[in-house]
Protein backbone atom coordinates (compact mmCIF):
# COMPACT_ATOMS: atom_id res chain seq x y z
CA UNK A 1 0.00 0.00 0.00
CA UNK A 2 3.07 2.22 0.89
CA UNK A 3 4.21 2.05 -2.32
CA UNK A 4 0.98 2.53 -4.08
CA UNK A 5 1.04 6.20 -2.83
CA UNK A 6 4.56 6.61 -2.25
CA UNK A 7 4.67 9.07 -5.88
CA UNK A 8 1.35 11.09 -4.78
CA UNK A 9 2.54 10.90 -0.94
CA UNK A 10 6.42 12.69 -2.20
CA UNK A 11 4.96 14.59 -4.42
CA UNK A 12 2.76 16.22 -1.91
CA UNK A 13 5.34 17.01 0.05
CA UNK A 14 8.08 18.70 -1.90
CA UNK A 15 5.40 20.65 -3.52
CA UNK A 16 4.36 21.83 0.00
CA UNK A 17 7.67 22.23 0.94
CA UNK A 18 8.68 24.08 -2.71
CA UNK A 19 6.04 26.50 -1.68
CA UNK A 20 6.20 27.24 2.38
CA UNK A 21 10.13 27.95 1.49
CA UNK A 22 9.03 30.46 -0.90
CA UNK A 23 6.41 31.96 1.68
CA UNK A 24 9.17 31.98 4.01
CA UNK A 25 11.27 33.53 1.96
CA UNK A 26 9.01 36.14 1.55
CA UNK A 27 8.20 36.72 5.10
CA UNK A 28 12.26 37.56 5.45
CA UNK A 29 11.77 39.79 2.22
CA UNK A 30 9.08 41.70 4.23
CA UNK A 31 11.06 41.76 7.31
CA UNK A 32 14.17 43.51 4.93
CA UNK A 33 11.59 45.50 3.06
CA UNK A 34 9.73 47.11 6.31
CA UNK A 35 13.38 47.62 7.71
CA UNK A 36 14.19 49.95 4.94
CA UNK A 37 11.34 51.87 4.48
CA UNK A 38 11.55 52.85 8.49
CA UNK A 39 15.28 54.07 7.22
CA UNK A 40 13.81 56.21 4.99
CA UNK A 41 11.01 57.54 7.20
CA UNK A 42 13.09 57.92 9.95
CA UNK A 43 15.87 60.53 6.90
CA UNK A 44 12.68 62.04 5.56
CA UNK A 45 11.92 63.42 8.62
CA UNK A 46 14.97 63.99 10.54
CA UNK A 47 15.69 68.00 11.44
CA UNK A 48 16.61 69.67 8.69
CA UNK A 49 20.03 70.64 7.49
CA UNK A 50 21.64 73.24 5.20
CA UNK A 51 22.16 71.71 1.65
CA UNK A 52 25.16 70.26 1.15
CA UNK A 53 28.12 71.53 -1.24
CA UNK A 54 28.16 68.47 -3.22
CA UNK A 55 24.67 66.49 -2.82
CA UNK A 56 25.05 63.15 -4.02
CA UNK A 57 22.42 60.58 -4.60
CA UNK A 58 24.18 57.56 -3.21
CA UNK A 59 24.27 59.14 0.34
CA UNK A 60 21.90 62.42 0.09
CA UNK A 61 18.32 61.01 -1.05
CA UNK A 62 15.55 61.83 0.92
CA UNK A 63 17.88 64.32 2.93
CA UNK A 64 15.97 67.06 5.07
CA UNK A 65 17.21 70.57 4.00
CA UNK A 66 16.44 73.81 4.28
CA UNK A 67 17.12 76.64 1.51
CA UNK A 68 16.51 80.55 1.17
CA UNK A 69 16.74 82.16 -1.91
CA UNK A 70 14.73 83.25 -4.98
CA UNK A 71 12.39 81.31 -7.38
CA UNK A 72 13.97 81.77 -10.78
CA UNK A 73 13.26 81.34 -14.62
CA UNK A 74 10.80 79.36 -16.27
CA UNK A 75 8.30 76.66 -14.87
CA UNK A 76 7.64 73.07 -16.01
CA UNK A 77 4.60 71.25 -15.48
CA UNK A 78 4.48 68.26 -15.17
CA UNK A 79 1.26 66.28 -15.53
CA UNK A 80 0.25 64.20 -12.01
CA UNK A 81 -3.20 62.44 -10.69
CA UNK A 82 -3.49 62.33 -6.39
CA UNK A 83 -6.54 61.03 -4.60
CA UNK A 84 -6.77 64.46 -2.72
CA UNK A 85 -6.82 66.89 -5.60
CA UNK A 86 -7.47 64.66 -8.65
CA UNK A 87 -6.10 65.96 -11.75
CA UNK A 88 -3.52 68.71 -12.10
CA UNK A 89 0.29 69.63 -12.81
CA UNK A 90 3.61 69.44 -10.41
CA UNK A 91 4.87 72.84 -10.39
CA UNK A 92 8.73 72.64 -11.23
CA UNK A 93 10.76 75.48 -11.06
CA UNK A 94 14.55 76.87 -10.88
CA UNK A 95 15.57 78.41 -7.38
CA UNK A 96 18.44 80.37 -6.83
CA UNK A 97 20.11 79.99 -3.16
CA UNK A 98 21.41 82.92 -1.15
CA UNK A 99 24.41 81.81 -2.12
CA UNK A 100 24.41 81.67 -5.51
CA UNK A 101 23.69 78.18 -6.45
CA UNK A 102 20.63 77.49 -9.15
CA UNK A 103 19.19 73.96 -8.33
CA UNK A 104 14.99 72.61 -9.10
CA UNK A 105 12.79 73.14 -6.89
CA UNK A 106 9.30 71.05 -7.03
CA UNK A 107 6.94 73.18 -5.02
CA UNK A 108 3.69 71.04 -5.30
CA UNK A 109 0.33 70.80 -7.17
CA UNK A 110 -1.50 72.86 -9.04
CA UNK A 111 -5.05 72.16 -10.30
CA UNK A 112 -5.58 72.12 -14.23
CA UNK A 113 -7.38 75.58 -14.21
CA UNK A 114 -4.21 77.16 -11.33
CA UNK A 115 -1.35 76.25 -14.08
CA UNK A 116 0.32 79.77 -14.39
CA UNK A 117 -0.28 81.14 -11.41
CA UNK A 118 2.01 83.60 -10.24
CA UNK A 119 4.73 82.41 -7.54
CA UNK A 120 6.12 83.80 -4.67
CA UNK A 121 8.67 86.77 -5.94
CA UNK A 122 11.63 88.17 -3.36
CA UNK A 123 13.30 85.82 -0.85
CA UNK A 124 11.47 82.47 -0.26
CA UNK A 125 12.87 79.31 2.18
CA UNK A 126 11.65 76.26 0.56
CA UNK A 127 12.00 73.00 3.56
CA UNK A 128 11.94 69.68 2.20
CA UNK A 129 13.62 66.76 0.98
CA UNK A 130 16.48 65.90 -1.69
CA UNK A 131 15.15 63.65 -4.85
CA UNK A 132 16.55 62.28 -7.46
CA UNK A 133 13.19 61.11 -9.21
CA UNK A 134 13.18 57.45 -10.87
CA UNK A 135 9.83 57.59 -12.90
CA UNK A 136 11.08 57.38 -16.41
CA UNK A 137 10.15 53.79 -18.20
CA UNK A 138 9.99 53.05 -22.35
CA UNK A 139 6.36 54.24 -22.10
CA UNK A 140 7.21 57.58 -20.61
CA UNK A 141 6.41 60.08 -23.58
CA UNK A 142 8.70 62.96 -24.33
CA UNK A 143 7.95 66.43 -23.29
CA UNK A 144 5.02 68.13 -24.77
CA UNK A 145 6.95 70.97 -26.98
CA UNK A 146 3.25 73.12 -27.57
CA UNK A 147 2.24 73.15 -24.35
CA UNK A 148 5.22 72.43 -22.23
CA UNK A 149 3.78 69.81 -20.30
CA UNK A 150 5.58 66.95 -18.83
CA UNK A 151 4.74 63.44 -17.94
CA UNK A 152 7.57 62.35 -15.77
CA UNK A 153 10.37 63.87 -13.88
CA UNK A 154 12.86 63.43 -15.43
CA UNK A 155 15.78 65.47 -13.47
CA UNK A 156 18.54 65.67 -15.84
CA UNK A 157 16.41 66.80 -18.79
CA UNK A 158 14.32 69.29 -16.25
CA UNK A 159 18.32 71.03 -14.89
CA UNK A 160 19.04 71.15 -18.29
CA UNK A 161 15.49 73.38 -19.53
CA UNK A 162 15.40 75.50 -16.82
CA UNK A 163 19.54 75.99 -17.10
CA UNK A 164 20.40 74.65 -13.30
CA UNK A 165 22.59 71.74 -11.63
CA UNK A 166 20.77 68.69 -11.19
CA UNK A 167 19.64 69.15 -7.76
CA UNK A 168 16.02 68.60 -6.97
CA UNK A 169 14.03 69.83 -3.33
CA UNK A 170 11.01 68.33 -2.79
CA UNK A 171 9.13 71.02 -1.31
CA UNK A 172 6.85 70.31 1.67
CA UNK A 173 7.01 73.55 3.41
CA UNK A 174 6.90 77.09 1.13
CA UNK A 175 7.34 80.10 3.33
CA UNK A 176 5.72 82.89 2.05
CA UNK A 177 2.70 80.98 1.17
CA UNK A 178 2.66 79.62 -2.55
CA UNK A 179 -0.62 78.89 -4.59
CA UNK A 180 0.99 75.45 -4.69
CA UNK A 181 0.00 72.29 -2.19
CA UNK A 182 3.72 70.62 -1.60
CA UNK A 183 3.30 67.08 -2.62
CA UNK A 184 6.27 66.26 -0.26
CA UNK A 185 8.39 62.93 -0.32
CA UNK A 186 6.86 59.76 1.59
CA UNK A 187 7.20 56.29 1.81
CA UNK A 188 3.46 55.53 0.39
CA UNK A 189 4.95 55.33 -3.50
CA UNK A 190 7.31 52.56 -2.15
CA UNK A 191 6.19 49.19 -2.78
CA UNK A 192 5.94 46.56 -0.29
CA UNK A 193 4.13 43.73 -1.38
CA UNK A 194 5.52 41.57 0.13
CA UNK A 195 3.10 40.16 2.77
CA UNK A 196 0.59 39.72 0.00
CA UNK A 197 3.30 37.43 -1.87
CA UNK A 198 3.81 35.54 1.42
CA UNK A 199 -0.15 34.15 1.77
CA UNK A 200 -0.26 33.70 -1.47
CA UNK A 201 2.67 31.21 -1.41
CA UNK A 202 0.82 29.68 1.57
CA UNK A 203 -2.19 29.70 0.54
CA UNK A 204 -0.53 27.85 -2.32
CA UNK A 205 0.59 25.37 -0.16
CA UNK A 206 -2.17 24.64 1.43
CA UNK A 207 -4.26 23.97 -1.40
CA UNK A 208 -1.29 21.70 -2.75
CA UNK A 209 -1.64 19.66 0.56
CA UNK A 210 -5.05 19.63 -0.05
CA UNK A 211 -4.66 18.37 -3.43
CA UNK A 212 -2.47 15.86 -2.67
CA UNK A 213 -4.75 14.58 0.52
CA UNK A 214 -7.44 13.79 -2.27
CA UNK A 215 -5.11 11.70 -4.52
CA UNK A 216 -3.93 9.59 -2.04
CA UNK A 217 -7.02 9.14 -0.86
CA UNK A 218 -8.61 8.78 -4.22
CA UNK A 219 -5.29 5.82 -4.55
CA UNK A 220 -6.66 4.31 -1.54
CA UNK A 221 -10.31 3.70 -2.10
CA UNK A 222 -8.80 1.99 -5.56
CA UNK A 223 -7.10 -0.61 -3.88
CA UNK A 224 -9.74 -1.32 -1.21
Known amino acids: MLR ?7 LGVVGCGILIALGVW ?8 TTILDRIEATITAPPVALPDAPDPAT ?25 NGAGYRTITGFRTSDGRDIVADLGFLSLDDRGAPLPT ?32 DLPAMALALGVDPVMV ?5 SPASPTVPMPVGIA ?36
Open 26 to 33: QVQRLTWK
Open 122 to 153: GPVTLTGNLLWPDELDGWTPAPDAATGIWFAR
Open 60 to 84: DTYLPVTVSGEITGQTLSVLVSTEA
Open 170 to 174: VARDI
Open 4 to 10: KILFPLL
Open 189 to 224: GIPNDHLGYAITWFMLAAGWALMSGLLIRRTLKKDA
